[in-house]
């Protein structure tokens, strides 16, 4: 069975970092694209990154320069690490992997709180 | 960037009617369209991948249309569970999501 957890976050000052995690099981990370999506409060989806099979990154404009996607084999595990975090940084994030070839998230993580606040 | 538009933005039905959701790309996606359903406080759900295909598991009274631009979620026969916030979704080139349609009794 699949089984996406997500952990690491938290409340965080302006300016600060964290690093979120993405532990997988039932399948391998590196076999999949994975991707964090987060959810501000009250409002809608947003995807933030993507690591594809060969481990090539992609990120929103949002997060761009701040935000840096990684895995783990070892570990099976997908890392965000958020940097230069601001208030609009917000969020429930969620991992999720696309298992087939049209780009759907099969999979969802139950998501992981981050709070950026003084 | 691929901007998506879901209409509408807020819907109220009954249990037994049917319900059609709307969303429009700004540019092709061809028929890299999904849809998800979200309860308050969970992970978003798969219901429809490929614009129209049913993900496993999901009951039949969900089916999806369109290609192109255009799609459509159509749910029949609501019934109480039914009763969430809905996106959809393009992954034509990298992610974007509508804004969601929120689904009231």
């Known amino acids: 069975e699949v089984q996406l957890v997500e952990s690491g976050g938290g409340l965080i000052p302006p300016g600060g970092s964290l690093r979120l995690s993405c532990a997988a099981s039932?399948?391998?990370?590196?076999?999949?694209?994975m991707s964090w999506v987060r959810q501000a409060p009250g409002k809608g989806l947003e995807w933030v990154s993507v690591?594809?099979?060969?481990?090539?990154?992609y990120y929103a404009d949002s997060v761009k320069g701040r935000f840096t996607i990684s895995r783990d084999t070892s570990k099976n595990t997908v890392f965000l690490q958020t940097n230069s975090l601001r208030a609009e940084d917000t969020a429930v994030y969620y991992c999720a992997t696309e298992v087939g070839v049209t780009g759907q998230f099969d999979n969802w993580g139950q998501g992981t709180l981050v709070t950026v606040s003084s | 960037d691929i901007q998506m538009t879901q209409s509408p933005s807020s819907l109220s039905a009954s249990v037994g009617d049917r319900v059609t959701i709307t969303c429009r790309a700004s540019?092709?996606?061809?028929?890299?369209l999904s849809w998800y359903q979200q309860k308050p406080g969970k992970a978003p759900k798969l219901l429809i991948y490929?614009?129209?295909s049913l993900q496993n598991g999901v009951p039949s009274r969900f089916s999806g249309s369109g290609s192109g631009t255009d799609f459509n979620l159509t749910i029949i026969s609501l019934q109480p569970e039914d009763f969430a916030t809905y996106y959809c979704?393009?992954?034509?080139?990298?992610?974007?999501f509508g804004q969601g349609t929120k689904l009231e009794i």
């Open positions: 979704h393009q992954s034509q080139n990298t992610h974007t």
């Open positions: 540019q092709s996606v061809s028929t890299y």
């Open positions: 490929a614009a129209s």
């Open positions: 690591i594809y099979k060969d481990g090539t990154p």
């Open positions: 039932g399948f391998t990370v590196s076999s999949n694209y």
